[in-house]
């Protein structure tokens, strides 16, 4: 068992994603990742993903190749698959924090990113793990 982090962000290729279907994806998520020991985070902004799994490596494997494969959304990019000694987000198995571009823009660092209106898309590893360590101080923690 090795304990993994896999970080992406992708595009919705629903131009106007409803409620109901995050809902769906997120009914989904947690029934299955609860199954596998899965757990992590879901954000969506401005029609980008941005989606934290931890778990069991082979288990993270084969879940991001069916997530790659879903057809809800595309250009599907990994920004971080590492080991980690511990889940930074243990108690979810698929938390969706409410968090706005506003609340964003006030982690330091990145500020500038966001207000210029970049999405998920745009972010690199380094960014991602700003705002990893954002969330695992418990800014957005309900
Ligand atoms: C943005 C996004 C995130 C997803 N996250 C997960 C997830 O964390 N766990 C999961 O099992 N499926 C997730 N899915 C759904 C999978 O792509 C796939 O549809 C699902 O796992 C198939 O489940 P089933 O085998 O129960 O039909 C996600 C889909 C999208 C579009």
């Known amino acids: 068992m090795e304990l993994v982090q896999c970080i992406y962000c992708s595009a919705s290729t629903e131009e106007n994603l409803s409620d109901q279907a995050l809902e769906d994806i997120l009914e989904q998520s947690r029934r299955n990742n609860a199954r596998a020991d899965i757990t992590g985070i879901l954000l969506f902004d401005s029609g980008a993903f941005f ?22 959304h595309d250009k599907v990019t990994r920004l971080i698959f590492e080991p980690i000694d511990e889940r930074a987000f243990g108690e979810w198995s698929m938390g969706y924090p409410k968090i706005t571009k506003e609340d964003l823009k006030e982690i330091p660092g990145m500020n500038d990113f966001f207000a210029h209106g970049n999405s998920f898309m745009e972010l690199e590893a380094g960014r991602a793990k700003t705002m990893l360590s954002a969330f695992k101080k418990g800014n957005w923690r309900v």
């Open 51 to 72: 989606q934290v799994l931890e778990g069991d490596s082979s288990a993270i494997d084969a879940l991001y190749l069916k997530i790659k494969k879903d057809t809800r």
